[in-house]
């Protein structure tokens, strides 16, 4: 179970008559919902806590119906904002928008760095304000208002917490089109596993999900692979596995010439492409 609030850490002098003082974080909602999301997360597996200070890598860009039309870079460093940049194949000709392909490749590349830093409660109170929310299916519902997010068609974020305080579902729903014709919904359920074998800390097992959009439903399934680089246990692939109307579809988010704290992880350097040998009494010479 969650540990109880923490309590205010100034004291002030108390006349004797006086009740004493309602602790801070019980007295303010918000500090009160804080809290237990910040103890929730400290149930999950902290990379940093175990020594991880930056991260690179590379990713193809492997666009469903397409195939690899670029490469993703992905690089993050402590105490600063990650960085994700798309680099598109000289000389091809593309069925879509080369600026859908950019916004593919960002969304991929921090789906794996997400993964890795394992964050996944309090990456959602950037710029948003929590709420305790009632309990939906026997979970623990908190919602975030984020005015970002509002002004781009989001009606519901929001995180489904068990009675232990662990995260088991996330919600967003949003509306687009004339009068909010067009509703888009997700719901992400996930599970969790101990980091490594004696952990009481939890990594990602598994993750599905659900998802209407466009008047369209998807189905998600994704698993992930990790390795233990120098004792940080990283998420270095996911395989992402979705029911399409058209049949089913599968990516493989890999992470390729992978950099951890400076150095480079033996294993993640992907083959060279095979040369291709000229025919026997070719010559590079015409005449």
Same mark, same amino acid.
């Given at each position: 179970?969650?540990?109880?609030?923490?309590?205010? $850490?100034?004291?002030?002098?108390?006349?004797?008559?006086?009740?004493?003082?309602?602790?801070?974080?019980?007295?303010?909602?918000?500090?009160?919902?804080?809290?237990?999301?910040?103890?929730? @997360?400290?149930?999950?597996?902290?990379?940093?806590?175990?020594?991880?200070? &930056? #991260?690179?890598?590379?990713?193809?860009?492997?666009?469903?119906?397409?195939?690899?039309?670029?490469? /993703?870079?992905?690089?993050?460093?402590?105490?600063?904002?990650?960085?994700?940049?798309? $680099?598109?194949?000289?000389?091809? @000709?593309?069925?879509?928008?080369?600026?859908?392909? !950019? !916004?593919?490749?960002?969304?991929?590349?921090?789906?794996?760095?997400?993964?890795?830093?394992?964050?996944? /409660?309090?990456?959602?109170?950037?710029?948003? $304000?929590?709420?305790? !929310?009632?309990?939906? !299916?026997?979970?623990?519902?908190?919602?975030? @208002?984020?005015?970002?997010?509002?002004?781009?068609?989001?009606?519901?974020?929001?995180?489904?917490?068990?009675?232990?305080?662990?995260?088991?579902?996330?919600?967003?729903? &949003?509306?687009?089109?004339? #009068?909010?014709? /067009?509703?888009?919904?997700?719901?992400?359920?996930?599970?969790?596993?101990?980091?490594?074998?004696?952990?009481?800390?939890?990594?990602?097992?598994?993750?599905?999900?659900?998802?209407?959009?466009?008047?369209?439903? #998807?189905?998600?399934?994704?698993?992930?692979?990790?390795? &233990?680089?120098?004792?940080?246990?990283?998420?270095? &692939? /996911?395989?992402?596995?979705? @029911?399409?109307?058209?049949?089913?579809?599968?990516?493989?988010?890999?992470?390729?010439?992978?950099?951890?704290?400076?150095?480079?992880?033996?294993?993640?350097?992907?083959?060279?492409?095979?040369?291709?040998?000229?025919?026997?009494?070719?010559?590079?010479?015409?005449?």
């Amino acid at each position: 179970m969650l540990t109880a609030l923490l309590l205010a $850490t100034a004291l002030c002098p108390i006349a004797a008559q006086e009740a004493p003082a309602e602790p801070a974080a019980a007295a303010d909602p918000a500090a009160r919902v804080r809290t237990f999301l910040l103890e929730a @997360e400290a149930r999950l597996y902290d990379p940093q806590a175990a020594g991880l200070n &930056s #991260l690179a890598f590379d990713m193809p860009l492997d666009f469903p119906g397409i195939g690899v039309v670029g490469t /993703i870079r992905v690089s993050w460093a402590r105490g600063g904002d990650p960085q994700v940049t798309t $680099t598109r194949n000289a000389g091809l @000709e593309l069925p879509i928008p080369p600026a859908m392909l !950019d !916004d593919a490749g960002s969304q991929m590349g921090g789906q794996l760095l997400t993964a890795m830093l394992n964050r996944p /409660i309090t990456s959602m109170l950037d710029g948003s $304000t929590a709420r305790m !929310d009632g309990a939906v !299916d026997g979970l623990l519902r908190v919602s975030l @208002e984020n005015a970002e997010a509002g002004a781009q068609g989001i009606t519901e974020l929001s995180m489904y917490f068990d009675e232990d305080g662990l995260l088991r579902k996330r919600v967003m729903a &949003s509306e687009s089109g004339p #009068l909010g014709s /067009i509703k888009n919904r997700q719901v992400e359920t996930l599970e969790w596993k101990p980091a490594h074998e004696g952990s009481d800390k939890l990594v990602l097992a598994s993750q599905t999900a659900d998802v209407e959009a466009m008047g369209m439903k #998807l189905a998600t399934t994704m698993s992930f692979v990790y390795r &233990s680089v120098d004792d940080i246990v990283l998420p270095t &692939s /996911i395989t992402v596995n979705t @029911e399409t109307p058209s049949g089913p579809m599968t990516q493989n988010l890999a992470a390729q010439n992978l950099v951890v704290n400076g150095t480079p992880v033996p294993g993640t350097i992907p083959e060279p492409a095979p040369t291709t040998t000229p025919p026997a009494g070719a010559s590079d010479d015409e005449g």
